[in-house]
């Protein structure tokens, strides 16, 4: 039973993002979370764990919803992984309780943008939609750890990124003069969020900046470039490490076949110089003529010595095997090669490249937004549906057909000159295995994991220093629990042991006292107008979609009312 005062949100789903959303609302105090889901013992145990209420019951039926609390509801989040029960669950929801706000997760973008302009009081999000923008941002530009598109989803690609004020040439200046230089928010320096633009950068300290991605790849700590040529010993010990790389993938009948006919004919060199009295030249040309039955005749063995007799005809055996079994070797590869190149695999030549392993509903949001910037991108999907590849032909960028897994798919890429590596499939090990693949090949190109489990996303990068992995549900997780709230949620970042809530926000006549007090204004927009950045919220004009920091501290220890800043915030 609900508490007095708090209020009731119901969320539907049983994976991952269902759990992710349920602890970070239950992070706020006054909030009664209820899991409606069919019965599964373990989910309902980790939902019992997040501070959550599960309920087992269908999430359409009338009876699973009145379990859930429908009638008491301020929301619902339709979670799942299947569009329809997500629309079906809301709608009964919204029948029993026509006040009831509805959160939407969908997969097909546009019929989420359609469903959003058609249901009153109701948000929909597509999953790849929200995450896309953070793995396109890290990708650019290693040093981002959260992106987002402002001011709407179909604007400028813009994202929070680390900043060292000695590398970027900013210790000394004041917080305005950096801002201009770099075209960049300072939101924080040193974790310090309460700053003014004539306050002074410290030496060595770090910054947390925001900007449109244009903005932060003129100011990204510039990594070596791909074409630069470095020198001799370099090059030699890359070389020396492919050579080892490769004859430790070689096929072991490859390698017993080479080393037998590299010993007869060693061997036999051996003897016929013995046997002959002539250089090793000589004895060599003879046993490489007889090996492969070329045999001009100008030089022959003993007939007398029935040991260079017999020598001579197990050359010519022997010979005639290997020569066979070369043949089909090379004709083999040949084949291979041809099937390879028709299948769509194909060297790349390219230098500066991004190269993305997975083109699925995430990887194709992804791709849209890397090719606004300009950088030569290669995708490596192993079955690409006829979107992709006449995507492929349309924007010029290169498609393989392959699994990015295999070493000689990755040995394709040349990752050696690629700028960053971003592993998208569906499977968390694949990804982890195509991010250490591409780590041998270049231990210095930045790499961009997706992991669906955030706590598992949390130990990849801790145990492998993958620094940017990021989980799709940990991304989506703060945006549905938010939008339960308030339409302009956009999400979470953290630093410094603090947590920031995202949000976006429509300036009215009166900005409400909690929002001067608190937010932190990092942009501005106006209908028809540009993208710009803004340190005041008060001199913004009325109509402005205004994006903003929150800090979460004072609304989870109960010193600010969510609800009651919710409710100002929208009435101003």
């Known amino acids: 039973m609900a508490a007095p005062g708090d209020v009731t949100m119901i969320i539907i789903g049983g994976d991952a993002l269902a759990l992710s959303t349920a602890r970070d609302i239950a992070h ?103 995450s896309a923008a953070t793995y396109a941002a890290a990708a650019l530009d290693p040093s981002c750890f959260r992106g987002l598109q402002f001011p709407d989803r179909a604007g400028p690609l813009t994202g929070f990124a680390y900043r060292a004020a000695d590398r970027a040439d900013v210790a000394g200046h004041s917080v305005g003069a950096a801002e201009a230089a770099l075209g960049v928010r300072i939101v924080a320096i040193d974790g310090e969020t309460n700053i003014g633009r004539e306050d002074t950068i410290a030496p060595g300290a770090t910054l947390i900046v925001y900007a449109a991605i244009e903005e932060l790849l003129a100011s990204t700590p510039r990594q070596p470039a791909p074409h630069s040529r470095p020198a001799w010993h370099p090059r030699l010990r890359q070389a020396l490490r492919r050579l080892y790389w490769r004859l430790r993938r070689t096929d072991p009948f490859v390698a017993a076949f080479a080393a037998a006919a ?63 079994i070369f043949i089909a070797f090379v004709a083999s590869r040949l084949t291979r090669a041809q099937w390879v190149r028709m299948q769509g695999l194909r060297p790349i030549h390219r230098r500066g490249h991004i190269v993305m ?9 992804v791709v849209d937004l890397l090719l606004d910037f300009g950088k030569p991108l290669v995708v490596v999907e192993q079955n690409p549906d006829a979107a992709v590849v006449e995507r492929a032909r349309d924007r010029g960028f290169d498609l393989l057909t392959g699994d990015a897994s295999r070493d000689d798919t990755l040995d394709l890429c040349n990752l050696g000159a690629a700028h960053s590596l971003v592993a998208l499939t569906n499977v968390d090990t694949l990804n982890l295995e195509i991010a250490l693949g591409g780590r ?15 706590n598992l996303a949390a130990s990849i990068a801790q145990h492998f220093q993958f620094e940017t992995t990021f989980s799709v549900a940990a991304l989506a997780g703060p945006v549905f629990g ?57 001199g913004l004009p009325v109509g402005t979609r205004a994006l903003i920091l929150m800090p979460l501290a004072p609304f989870r220890d109960g010193s600010e009312d969510i609800e009651a800043m919710v409710e100002r915030v929208a009435g101003g």
């Open 28 to 130: 706020i105090p006054g909030h009664r979370i209820v899991v409606l889901w069919p019965a599964n013992p373990e989910f309902a145990a980790a939902i019992e764990a997040a501070g959550a209420v599960f309920v087992a019951g269908r999430p359409e039926s009338p009876e699973g919803l009145a379990a859930a609390g429908v009638e008491d509801a301020i929301s619902i989040l339709a979670l799942s992984d299947d569009d329809q029960l997500n629309l079906q669950a809301a709608l009964r929801a919204r029948d029993a309780n026509p006040r009831i706000r509805i959160v939407l997760r969908q997969f097909n973008r546009a019929l989420a943008a359609k469903i959003e302009q058609n249901l009153p009081n109701c948000s929909v999000l597509s999953l790849a939609w929200n």
């Open 262 to 324: 590299l010993a007869l004919f060693l061997f036999g060199t051996w003897h016929f110089h013995a046997a002959f009295g002539t250089d090793w030249l000589i004895a060599a040309y003879f046993v490489l003529s007889t090996m492969t039955t070329t045999g001009y005749g100008d030089i022959t063995p003993n007939h007398d010595n029935p040991l260079d007799v017999a020598g001579a005809m197990v050359l010519m055996l022997l010979g005639t095997v290997f020569t066979g």
């Open 357 to 365: 392993c997975g083109c699925g509903n995430i990887g194709t949001g």
């Open 440 to 454: 041998a090949r270049n231990p210095s190109m930045p790499i961009v994991l997706r992991i669906a489990e955030a």
């Open 482 to 538: 938010g939008l339960a709230r308030f339409a302009g949620a956009r999400g979470r970042i953290a630093f410094d042991g603090r947590e920031f809530a995202i949000a976006e926000i429509i300036i009215g006549p009166t900005v409400a006292e909690e929002l001067l007090r608190l937010a932190i204004p990092l942009a501005a927009a106006q209908d028809g107008g540009d993208f710009r950045l803004t340190r005041d919220l008060a």
